[in-house]
T-cell receptor, first 117, second 108 residues
């Protein structure tokens, strides 16, 4: 079974440009999460989709970030315009929805390393 | 707010036992996860604790005390391949709140 995949693995862009990151979750996983790790800091939650709906986007830093999950399959995270402080590793994770009585293990992708110059 | 603390770095010898501690203060608690992450790779699930006590899984064990806001990951019979970052994460709802990770170096 394929795991969570992310594209691209690395992206180097200049300040002011636009970048779109893609995440393909494990097939059948309704929950999809985006996280970000800025250098020297902990991995931080950005947002959570259940199928195509945004369940929680409280971690999104500002309105330069836009996440979509049309059709409830893959998701994109667009940064427009990118700023220097957006540099970091963006992780995607997915999980099944087994209810609140059991834990829903989140499976992580390898991340996209974004560098804004 | 969420506050999850773990040591930044640890070093241990191949074949030894190492304990990585994690303390947390979070607004909600639905369980605590430990993940292992090798450089440039995805974090991979190691363990989950939601009730107090010890969960054992092969060479890895994880302990939780909810009243103390404390967990530890115990790694036995260390191998060189165990050199990695170990992430403590608290599920406070649907999202995971991570510590900064503990970088473990296993030496011969």
């Amino acid at each position: 079974e394929a795991g969570v995949t992310q594209f691209p693995s690395h992206s180097v862009i200049e300040k002011g440009q636009t970048v779109t990151l893609r995440c393909d979750p494990i097939s059948g996983h309704d929950n999809l999460y985006w996280y970000r790790r800025v250098m020297g800091k902990e991995i931080k939650f950005l947002l959570h989709f259940v199928k195509e709906s945004k369940q929680d986007e409280s971690g999104m830093p500002n309105n330069r970030f836009l996440a979509e999950r049309t059709g409830g399959t893959y998701s994109t995270l667009k940064v427009q315009p990118a700023e220097l402080e957006d540099s970091g590793v963006y992780f995607c994770a997915s999980s099944q929805d087994l209810g609140r009585e059991v834990y829903n293990e989140q499976f992580f992708g390898p991340g996209t390393r974004l560098t804004v110059l | 707010g969420q506050n999850i603390d773990q040591p930044t770095e640890m070093t241990a010898t191949e074949g030894a036992i190492v304990q990585i501690n994690c303390t947390y203060q979070t607004s909600g608690f639905n369980g605590l996860f430990w993940y292992q992450q090798h450089a440039g790779e995805a974090p991979t699930f190691l363990s989950y604790n939601v009730l107090d006590g010890l969960e054992e899984k092969g060479r890895f064990s994880s302990f939780l005390s909810r009243s103390k806001g404390y967990s530890y990951l115990l790694l036995k019979e260390l191998q060189m391949k165990d050199s990695a970052s170990y992430l403590c994460a608290v599920d406070s709802g649907y999202a995971l709140n991570f510590g900064k990770g503990t970088s473990l170096l296993v030496t011969p």
